[in-house]
C-alpha cells in the first residue's frame, strides 16, 4: 500500500528557532494537510492545502506556522520561532480527492522544543 | 464547527470479548464517519468507515453502526486480541468538509 513519509521521524530545538517539517504525500493525491498531537492528547487539526493554497486553518495555525509545497512532491510545515508549547507530534496526511476518500497519515515528526 | 465526543476514555478486555467504542457528533449534514486505530510511536490508519447511506458495515472482527437521527455511531470488535490492543479514534467531517475532527482516542487494552 501506498506510504505518506515523513522526515524527520524525532526533531529537538531551541525555543526561538526555526524547524521545518517534511513530508512525501502519496503521489497521485490532491489534498494535503498537517495535524498535530500533544502527548495522551486527541489529533488536532492544523491547516488543510489543496491547489497550491491553504483551504482552511484552524486556531492553531497562526502566524508563526506557514506550508508549502515547492516541487509538486513534497509538502512542508515550518514553524517561525518556536514555542514550549509547540512541542508535539506532528502528523502530514494527503487524501486522493474529497472528504469521502480515505485520509492516508504517516508516522508522524516528534518535535521537543526545549 | 463539528464536535465529536468518544466514550470510554479508556476501556479493557479478556482476550475473546467484545469492546465497543461510542461517539457522538453535532453536525447534523455529517455524511462520513472512518474510524482510526493508532498503535505506539505510529500515526493514525483507518479501519473501518461508514457513510450515511448505510447503517452498518461490517470488516471480520470489526463492524461500525451508525445512527443518523441521534447522531452517534460506535465501534464493535468481537473476539479481541491483544493485537488489537491500541488507541481508536472517531472523526467526522467538519468545516469545509474538507478536513476530519477527530473525538478524544479509547485507549483498547486487551488481556491475554
Known amino acids: 500500500e501506498p506510504e505518506v513519509t515523513q522526515t524527520p521521524s524525532h526533531q529537538v530545538t531551541q525555543m526561538g528557532q526555526e524547524v521545518i517539517l517534511r513530508c512525501v504525500p502519496i503521489?497521485?493525491?490532491?489534498?494535503f494537510y498537517w495535524y498535530r498531537q500533544i502527548l495522551g492528547q486527541k489529533v488536532e487539526f492544523l491547516v488543510s492545502?489543496?491547489?497550491?493554497?491553504?483551504?482552511?486553518k484552524s486556531e492553531i495555525f497562526d502566524d508563526q506556522f506557514s506550508v508549502e509545497r515547492p516541487d509538486g512532491s513534497n509538502f512542508t510545515l515550518k514553524i517561525r520561532s518556536t514555542k514550549l508549547e509547540d512541542s508535539a507530534m506532528y502528523f502530514c496526511?494527503?487524501?486522493?480527492?474529497?472528504?469521502?476518500?480515505?485520509?492516508?497519515f504517516g508516522s508522524g515528526t516528534q518535535l521537543s522544543v526545549l | 464547527g463539528e464536535n465529536v465526543e468518544q466514550h470510554p476514555s479508556t476501556l479493557s478486555v479478556q482476550e475473546g470479548d467484545s469492546a465497543v467504542i461510542k461517539c457522538t457528533y453535532s453536525?447534523?449534514?455529517?455524511?462520513?464517519f472512518p474510524w482510526y486505530k493508532q498503535e505506539l510511536g505510529k500515526g493514525p490508519q483507518l479501519i473501518i468507515d461508514?457513510?450515511?447511506?448505510?447503517g452498518e458495515k461490517k470488516d471480520q472482527r470489526i463492524a461500525v453502526t451508525l445512527n443518523k437521527t441521534a447522531k452517534h455511531f460506535s465501534l464493535h470488535i468481537t473476539e479481541t486480541q491483544p493485537e488489537d490492543s491500541a488507541v481508536y479514534f472517531c472523526?467526522?467531517?467538519?468545516?469545509?468538509?474538507?478536513?476530519?475532527?477527530f473525538g478524544t482516542g479509547t485507549k483498547l487494552q486487551v488481556i491475554p
Open positions: 453536525d447534523s449534514a455529517s455524511n462520513y
Open positions: 496526511a494527503s487524501r486522493r480527492q474529497g472528504v469521502n476518500e480515505k485520509l492516508f
Open positions: 461508514i457513510r450515511s447511506n448505510v
Open positions: 472523526a467526522a467531517p467538519s468545516g469545509g468538509y474538507q478536513k476530519v475532527t
Open positions: 492545502f489543496y491547489n497550491n493554497e491553504i483551504s482552511e
Open positions: 503521489s497521485n493525491h490532491l489534498y
